[in-house]
């Protein structure tokens, strides 16, 4: 996160805890929580589930806030919450939402890498066509997860064809969702 966000998120918390709304609550704890993450991984949990207890007492579900609850559970490496939180965030994307549902894609592969490498490249080639909508945010975010992928999924091993850590030939998404020609950049 860039330096600046820590204070800024938490003055969006604070003023959305003068307002009162539970939602909005939620939202600011979730940008709380993405500006911490690798700082503080137990701020960043403590501001995940204070966020989802908010979120699930009056119902409130936001397709966006879902799509950051995953990106906070993958960061701080809780795999299985990012899977769930990553499923249904898929359900509220269903849609509409390219970018954001290359994004939570991008969090389920990177989950499932080291128990299910062959389903996380699969995953991988269809976040990438989604993602590809959007040719210099399909790299940033490629990038991040990648990274982070890469450190804590393969540690030391060298990355091998097939292995679902950005673009692969060899990859092909859902038949429903076929790649766009991509351009050399």
Not at 58 to 70: K, M
Not at 111 to 118: F, G
Not at 156 to 163: E, Q
Request: aromatic share 4%; charged share 15%.
């Amino acid at each position: 996160m860039r330096r600046g966000a820590v204070p800024l998120a938490n003055e969006a918390l604070a003023l959305a805890r003068q307002t009162g709304a539970p939602a909005l609550v939620a939202t600011s704890l979730l940008a709380v929580g993405l500006a911490v993450a690798d700082t503080d991984p137990g701020q960043a949990r403590s501001c995940l589930r204070q966020s989802r207890e908010l979120s699930t007492e009056p119902g409130y579900q936001s397709a966006l806030d879902l799509v950051w609850a995953a990106g906070i559970a993958f960061l701080i490496n809780d795999r299985a919450a990012a899977l769930e939180l990553g499923r249904r965030a898929i359900r509220g994307l269903q849609w509409g939402g390219s970018l954001r549902m290359g994004f939570v894609l991008h969090i389920i592969a990177g989950a499932l890498a080291t128990t299910r490498p062959e389903a996380a490249a699969i995953i991988q080639g269809a976040a990438e066509s989604y993602a590809a909508a959007s040719a210099g945010s399909a790299q940033l975010l490629g990038s991040m997860v990648t990274k982070r992928w890469a450190r804590s999924a393969l540690g030391n091993s060298a990355p091998r064809r097939g292995h679902g850590l950005g673009p692969s030939p060899g990859l092909h998404p859902h038949p429903d969702h076929p790649s766009p020609q991509r351009t050399p950049i």
